[in-house]
């Protein structure tokens, strides 16, 4: 069971993923193939909650919310593939491995998340992935993490 669905607008983000403001950190998933990788985009405002104390006169995007961003990006590839909207799944992260950061990512930014899949199969629960998230060509940060995907 599943889709060819390459693409994901924020509303089918919202039908697969339980994050929502100020938490939900992917605007749009612009390319997905299969749960081989996908391409998640954030486009970063100075209306984040975060930018409030992080820091203050120097907004800066925390490490760990890009991230989030990411994860949740490798959630909504595999939510789109494997069918899940509306079933309430949800991702749980296990292990984060091999954080990088190497850029600032600031208000006014577009984060691009590229992630693949690094192991993990439709109706496994335990998957590994691997990102790498730039701004405008220049990478931001790289990341493998391992989640667990409770579908339901």
Known sequence: MSTSQTSADIQLIQRILPHRYPFLLVDKVVEIDGTTSALGIKNVTMNE????????GMPIMPGVTI??????????????????ADKEMKVYFMAIDKAKFRRKVIPGDVLEMRLNTLRGKPGGKVWRFGGVASVEGEMAAEVEFTAMMDMG
């Open 49 to 56: 909650p975060h930018f409030q104390g992080h820091f203050p």
């Open 67 to 84: 991230v989030e961003a990411m994860a949740q990006t490798a959630a909504v590839m595999v939510g789109v593939t494997l069918e899940m």
